[in-house]
């Protein structure tokens, strides 16, 4: 079954990604620091969040300073995916979006004892690109 996957471009105090997969009637949602990669060597940290309504997946705009979040919300990538694995410390899943293509993990870190640090992993498929440099779509300044 293919289900919906967002990438925010979220300029907030610090410009990050915020990576989303439909799963189980929610948005779950990871903040990738230094955005996803194409380049399987490229392991990027993905900090679980809160989960969120499947309809801020539509998101784009500005949250309003005062609130959490507040900045800048582009939607830099978009597309389906279809979940090939999942367990307590791993996902495995094919994304089929403009930008993010083929198969990425989501592995659950060791270390900290909150749980809620991951790494966002391109697997070495087709699709793989050694060397890809992620591209933001604008230069907002945060509130």
């Given at each position: 079954m293919e289900l919906c996957f967002v990438v925010?471009?979220?300029?907030?105090?610090?410009?990050?990604?915020?990576?989303?997969?439909e799963m189980e009637g929610v948005s779950r949602s990871w903040a990738v620091p230094k955005g996803p990669s194409m380049d399987p060597s490229e392991k990027r940290?993905?900090?679980?969040?809160?989960?969120?309504?499947?309809?801020?997946?539509?998101f784009e705009g500005t949250i309003p300073e005062g609130e959490y979040g507040a900045g800048?919300?582009?939607?830099?990538?978009?597309g389906t995916y279809r979940l090939l694995e999942e367990g307590r410390d791993k996902i495995l899943f094919a994304l089929e979006g403009?930008?993010?293509?083929?198969?990425?993990?989501?592995?659950?870190?060791?270390?900290g004892k909150s749980g809620k640090d991951w790494l966002l992993i391109k697997q070495n498929d087709e699709h793989?690109?050694?060397g890809w440099k992620l591209e933001p779509l604008g230069t907002v300044e945060p509130l």
């Amino acid at each position: 079954m293919e289900l919906c996957f967002v990438v925010h471009e979220h300029h907030a105090s610090r410009l990050h990604f915020d990576f989303r997969l439909e799963m189980e009637g929610v948005s779950r949602s990871w903040a990738v620091p230094k955005g996803p990669s194409m380049d399987p060597s490229e392991k990027r940290l993905a900090v679980e969040v809160e989960d969120h309504p499947l309809e801020y997946m539509d998101f784009e705009g500005t949250i309003p300073e005062g609130e959490y979040g507040a900045g800048r919300v582009l939607i830099w990538d978009r597309g389906t995916y279809r979940l090939l694995e999942e367990g307590r410390d791993k996902i495995l899943f094919a994304l089929e979006g403009e930008k993010l293509r083929g198969t990425f993990s989501l592995v659950r870190m060791k270390r900290g004892k909150s749980g809620k640090d991951w790494l966002l992993i391109k697997q070495n498929d087709e699709h793989a690109h050694k060397g890809w440099k992620l591209e933001p779509l604008g230069t907002v300044e945060p509130l």
